[in-house]
Each structure stands twice: as C-alpha cells, then as structure tokens.
C-alpha cells in the first residue's frame, strides 16, 4: 500500500515530513495526508515521486491482488478493473457509461469532476473471463 511503502522510504532515508516533502516536491500537509493513508495521490503522480526518490517508476505500483481485498474481494475499483483489462480507467468508465459493460455503474455527483463508479468483482470476472486474484 502506498502509505506504507512511503513510510518504509521516509525511515530508510532518514528524513522527516518536511525533508520528505521537499524530495517529493510537495508541501508538507501533503506527505502527512499520504502517510496517514487519508489521501492517495493517482498512480501517475506516484510514478514521478518513484522517480524523485531515485527508484523504477513502478516501485509503488499497487498488489492488485491486495487492493481487491481491502474490502473483502466484493468490488473492484476502476483502475484495479482497467489495469486487469489492458485499457485506461477513463476508457473503462466511458464503455460503463455507454453500456457495453454491465459489470458496474458510473455516475457524477452533483458540483464533482470526477466520475465515480461501484464495479462488482463477481459480475467483472463472469462478463469479461478475467480471473481476479483474491487473497484467501
């Protein structure tokens, strides 16, 4: 999980969330919202903290078989889901919206940006013959 593998990065480095902060080009307030696991910055935005850190660009690439379990294996999310498919999480919304997948549902909150969607890890794998790795 990205919280933890940053706290493993801030101690094996020696550095404090002010130090950390300034490796990573981000304020303060925003390594202690990532450490305490209260904001996850998209995977993109990992990718080039990877690289300001020195590291592969994939060092915080998620367990995906640990992401479905976070919640007991009943749903996937979006990037979870696209990343098992092959396309991009705004590819996969749009065919959720258009219909072609049943698997879950998309919506906009009223005044939000972004799309939100709820995907059921059992429909996903009966739709698409994806296997999606469970922790048992």
Known sequence: MFKDQLKQLRQERGLNNCGLAEALGVSPGS???????????????????????????????????EEIQADGGYRLSAATAAALMGISRDNLLDLLEEGTFTFGRVWKNRGAAKRTCWISRILFEQETGIPVPVKE
């Open 31 to 65: 390594v202690t919202g990532y450490l305490s696991g209260k904001v996850t910055p998209p995977y993109k935005k990992q990718q080039q903290f990877a690289c300001a850190l020195g590291l592969d660009a994939d060092y915080f690439k998620p367990d995906i078989a």
